[in-house]
């Protein structure tokens, strides 16, 4: 494991394989220190799994990634990591080199790497890649890595982004939405309401709900419950918490409506899911993470 000077930054790999690598990063910043400069000499796909950063990656271009996001980053780009609220962050990142990229996505590369309309793009993910993600960073972190498993999700998880590039590449999200989920995402446990998060935005609850939508592909209320969803994955996945204790510290009125919307979005209960997760079954582990929700949450 590495470590910046002043210890805020700490990154190491978890895993090195023929078609990527995969690296891990925690952020921890101060008062003091708040921003960072990077440099990137890879193609990333990084896939935040706690807190909140801003990319930004040209004159007045940023985009905010939570643990709902993946966000591309090309080989070769310059470019300024934020930290709202001061909370910092964790993320997975996937890396590719230029030759790899030019075998897992190729649709998707121009010659220096990832495509100039990629570049900082940021992409909501579906339930099922939030799902694989957090099954994908237990198992590495926990040294249990199936190399096989691995590079399946791996790729999925690729391919997932892109699918969702594909689908809402039609324009920046207004700068409105932004400053809305820019609040969900520094207090997800907190019970917003529409009127008061179109204040924030300063546009009309109605604007807001119509413009939300058609922006991000989703309502702002589902947005706010993936994302609790998303943060209470570590907890089912890396502790021993109790998941009264779990739905109650995300936001949710109960251990009943927690277990719902679980099983809504990602297809299983947060009861089987830890139970599966320990069980070090590679197998099982597949059929989950390649399995199609019952719903959406």
């Known amino acids: 494991m590495s470590q910046s000077p002043g210890n805020?930054?700490?990154?190491?790999?978890?895993?090195?394989g023929r078609l990527f690598e995969i690296g891990h990063i925690a952020c921890r910043p101060t008062p003091a220190i708040r921003h960072g400069v990077e440099h990137a000499t890879l193609n990333v796909l990084a896939l935040p799994t706690a807190g909140v950063f801003a990319l930004h990656h040209g004159p007045r271009r940023h985009v905010i990634a939570t643990p709902n996001h993946a966000v591309f980053i090309s080989s070769g780009l310059s470019y300024r990591v934020t930290f709202p609220g001061c909370i910092g962050d964790e993320c997975l990142t996937l890396r590719l080199t230029t030759e790899g990229l030019a075998?897992?996505?190729?649709?998707?590369?121009?010659?220096?790497?990832?495509l100039a309309s990629t570049l900082g793009y940021r992409a909501v993910l579906s339930p099922a890649a939030i799902l694989a993600r957090g099954v994908l960073s237990q198992r590495l972190v926990r040294g249990e890595a199936d190399p096989l498993l691995v590079e399946e999700i791996g790729v999925g998880l690729l391919e997932s982004t892109l699918q969702a590039?594909?689908?809402?590449?039609a324009g920046?999200?207004?700068?409105?939405?932004?400053?809305?989920?820019?609040?969900?995402?520094?207090?997800p446990e907190r019970k917003w309401s529409l009127d008061e998060l179109s204040g924030i935005a300063?546009?009309?609850?109605?604007?807001?709900?119509?413009?939300?939508?058609?922006?991000?592909?989703?309502?702002?209320?589902?947005?706010?419950?993936?994302?609790?969803?998303?943060?209470?994955?570590?907890?089912?996945?890396?502790?021993?918490?109790d998941f009264t204790s779990i739905a109650l510290?995300?936001?949710?009125?109960?251990?009943?409506?927690?277990?719902?919307?679980?099983?809504?979005?990602?297809?299983?209960t947060p009861e089987s899911l830890r139970?599966?997760?320990?069980?070090g079954n590679a197998a099982e582990l597949r059929k989950i993470v390649t399995a199609q929700p019952a719903a959406t949450a």
């Open 8 to 16: 805020w930054i700490a990154r190491r790999t978890l895993y090195e």
């Open 103 to 114: 075998r897992l996505a190729p649709e998707a590369m121009s010659r220096e790497g990832f």
């Open 165 to 169: 590039v594909r689908q809402w590449q």
């Open 172 to 187: 920046r999200n207004a700068a409105h939405v932004e400053r809305v989920k820019e609040a969900i995402s520094t207090e």
């Open 202 to 241: 300063g546009i009309s609850p109605y604007h807001l709900a119509h413009v939300f939508s058609r922006e991000v592909g989703t309502s702002v209320y589902r947005y706010a419950v993936r994302l609790r969803l998303a943060k209470a994955l570590d907890a089912v996945l890396d502790s021993n918490i």
């Open 249 to 268: 510290d995300t936001g949710f009125a109960s251990h009943s409506h927690f277990t719902a919307r679980f099983r809504a979005c990602f297809g299983l």
């Open 275 to 279: 139970r599966t997760a320990r069980s």
